[in-house]
């Protein structure tokens, strides 16, 4: 990893260590492009015929209702785990219902805000070069809080076309309705146009490789009419260390996300003196060589880099600046920090935090901005599955005060029609009051 001091550098050099890996979406939209467009015309027969091509498995059956489905049979420890990690992250959702208010803004006019369910979601749960069953817990809990009627699951399917049992356990127990056997842009066009076995959706919801994400992008733009929760890019985090940092717990938190997958980025904010930066380059290589998925931990370094601040002013600026998806505050005071934090997908503070918590069974959701998106979007959450719709209701009282203000703006703006819809109901009021 490459080691910068931001004291030694300018604010264009600062500036451009924001950028990531870069992700060329032309040449994607131009692969991805024609999928959505044979997916919407060939519906099922396209997405068998992509299922075969990109994961070498032969699908006789595209959707299965999950309700259809016998229960897995899971080892009792791991069936416990995911319990409890339903549990916590219902929890956590749960707690984030807003109460519906009525406010009075003047006498006789009534205003509030209703929540309502999007009425069918899409859940895209990748399972490329890895199974991730926690994934459809943090899409599938917050859309059964919902009460969204419709949960679709996409992933791709196992060699033999079965469904991963724990993805299927978590599937069941969150509340998903159909589960879809594809992955990649052909899964994410499935649910966004509708086949004749996979309904069509209104949201679309979940991480992804940059073809997914490209089709989310192209979709969201598209007759399909559906919205997405985020532009997402390759997973990453940032960690801020000082001196009273373990190197071991810097170097796993690094790797953590370094093994998503060759294109994940890793940052080190290193702050203040009396740093150890050789004992934890060190510590990194030699955790690097033992994991299983070593090999995308290593290319994933290779544009990673670390950053050397003088004091916490200019790490939380750099962090902010940054704005990443995981944020790791492991330094002696780490609470004092958090008001600082203006850009973030997910924060973990203190050295008892590793950010494997919040990806598991903290409570928090792990389907979060990246790529820099943290400045402008948060993460998935119960309000991702909801739409809020606006009432008011007005008395006689309530139009005769609030009326004139209404009709001398709408004259501003030149629109009679809106004028009279308030003048033609004032003027009734007054003749029935002359009466």
Not at 90 to 103: L, S, T
Not at 131 to 146: F, G
Request: glycine share 8%; net charge negative; charged share 20%.
């Amino acid at each position: 990893m490459k080691t910068y001091r931001l004291a030694d550098l300018h604010s264009t050099e600062i500036h451009n260590l924001k950028s990531r890996p870069r992700i060329d979406f032309s040449s994607m939209f131009g692969v991805v492009g024609p999928i959505i467009e044979d997916v919407r015309k060939r519906g099922d027969a396209a997405i068998i015929d992509y299922t075969t091509k990109f994961d070498g498995v032969n699908l006789d059956k595209v959707v299965e209702c999950v309700a259809d489905l016998p229960d897995p049979k899971l080892d009792p420890a791991v069936q416990a785990a995911f319990d409890v990690a339903y549990d916590n992250i219902r929890a956590f959702h749960a707690a984030q219902r807003n109460p519906e208010q009525v406010i009075e803004n003047m006498k006789g006019v009534r205003c509030k805000r209703v929540a309502r369910s999007i009425d069918s979601v899409g859940l895209y749960v990748p399972g490329g070069t890895a199974v991730l069953p926690s994934t459809a817990l943090m899409l599938a809990v917050p859309a059964q809080l919902a009460g969204c009627r419709i949960i679709i699951l996409a992933s791709p399917p196992r060699p033999d076309g079965s469904i991963c049992k724990e993805v299927l356990y978590c599937a069941k127990k969150a509340g998903v309705t159909h589960i879809l056997k594809a992955g990649g842009a052909q899964a994410v066009s499935a649910m966004a146009w509708g086949t004749t076995s996979c309904p069509k959706v209104e949201k679309i919801l979940g991480p992804g490789n940059q073809y997914v994400t490209a089709a989310k992008m192209i979709l969201q733009n598209s007759e399909a009419m559906i919205s997405i929760d985020m532009p997402a890019g390759p997973s990453e985090v940032l960690v801020i260390a000082d001196k009273h940092a373990n190197p071991v717990y810097i170097a796993a938190d690094l790797l953590s996300q370094a093994e998503h997958g060759p294109d994940s980025q890793v940052v080190l904010v290193l702050v203040g003196e009396g740093v150890n930066l050789d004992e934890i380059e060190m510590e990194l290589e030699k955790q690097c060589k033992s994991l299983p998925r070593g090999q995308f931990a290593l290319k994933a370094l290779s544009h990673s880099f670390t950053v050397l601040a003088h004091n916490k002013a200019e790490a939380i600026s750099f962090s902010n600046l940054y704005a990443p998806e995981h944020l790791i505050i492991n330094v002696e005071d780490a609470d004092q920090w958090v008001d600082y934090i203006e850009n973030a997908g997910s924060v973990f503070i203190g050295r008892w935090s590793p950010e494997s918590i919040g990806d598991y069974a903290s409570g928090t959701n792990h389907v979060l901005p990246t790529y820099g998106y943290a400045r402008m979007y948060g993460g998935v959450s119960l309000d991702s599955f909801m739409k809020y719709i606006t009432v008011q209701s007005l008395t006689e009282e309530g139009l005769k005060t609030l009326g004139p203000h209404v009709v001398k703006m709408a004259e501003v703006e030149g629109l009679e029609a809106h004028k009279r819809a308030v003048t033609l109901r004032l003027q009734d009021i007054e003749t029935r009051s002359s009466v």
